[in-house]
């Protein structure tokens, strides 16, 4: 996570307002940035000093009063008409087309979970917090590559970027959507890329398709038979930059 994205999240830090993932980022740069950890110090010591300095004044009873007697009243509710008797089956028959139509409206009109991107970004903060990057760790890409693809039914995609300013790191096993896959790690600066493949259950080409999801960035794509997809908190121009170079690969 860069400085200003981290900063910006700072006072939804302090109130506890973030979830696991942001929260272990924000944790990560700020033990490495000294002006975030002022920043969030300054925020905590003031809400500490309005909590304790503060006095708390309750309004009285007469100031509610002439609230309350300002207030618009409620217009009467207007005359219903007479309903139309159904019976039983009738009413049991439009309460269920009415379930029927909302849950139709619901289902189109709420996004539905992407249980891939869930499980790829998973796995990959996952390697982060438990240090287990790497089952291999060599940027000798004839190491990386046999050493995967004996212990997986897939030739994957290993080269080392370094020249690019994509360093490989190693490999590792993972499981993700239901399949075996290869981790391919890389590093860009001070950031981490996961680049996942694993057997397509559908075997047709697809193109890149990038997507943002608590924070990082996502790129997927299907080629010759097996899917792949980088996972990064880096920023998306540099995410689709090394798609592009594993995808010249």
């Given at each position: ?29 700020i ?26 004044h ?17 217009a ?27 849950t139709l ?110 924070g990082?960035?996502i ?27 594993v995808?010249?690969?």
């Amino acid at each position: 996570m860069n400085h200003e994205r981290a900063r910006s999240l700072l006072h939804a830090y302090a109130d506890h307002e973030t979830g696991p993932i942001r929260r272990f980022f924000i944790s990560r740069h700020i033990a490495t940035c000294p002006s975030c950890l002022a920043e969030l110090e300054a925020i905590q010591a003031m809400r500490t000093a309005l909590r304790t300095n503060l006095t708390v004044h309750r309004a009285p009873p007469a100031l509610a009063m002439r609230i309350a007697s300002a207030l618009p009243r409620e217009a009467p509710p207007p005359v219903r008409r007479q309903p139309v008797r159904l019976g039983f089956a009738g009413a049991a028959m439009a309460g269920g087309l009415a379930g029927v139509a909302l849950t139709l409206a619901v289902t189109r009109f709420t996004p539905q979970p992407d249980p891939l991107a869930a499980d790829v970004l998973a796995d990959h903060v996952r390697s982060l917090m438990a240090n287990h990057l790497t089952d291999v760790e060599t940027s000798d890409q004839h190491t990386v590559k046999p050493w995967l693809s004996a212990r997986l039914d897939l030739s994957p995609v290993v080269k080392d970027f370094a020249a690019e300013g994509y360093p490989l790191v190693g490999g590792r096993l993972d499981y993700v959507d239901g399949h075996r896959a290869a981790a391919i790690v890389y590093r860009r600066d001070k950031h981490v890329i996961n680049l996942f493949a694993f057997v397509s259950d559908d075997r047709s080409d697809a193109s890149p398709r990038q997507e943002n999801r608590d924070g990082f960035n996502i790129v997927r794509w299907r080629t010759g038979g097996l899917t792949y997809v980088a996972v990064s908190d880096v920023e998306a121009a540099q995410l689709m930059a090394f798609v592009r170079l594993v995808q010249s690969g």
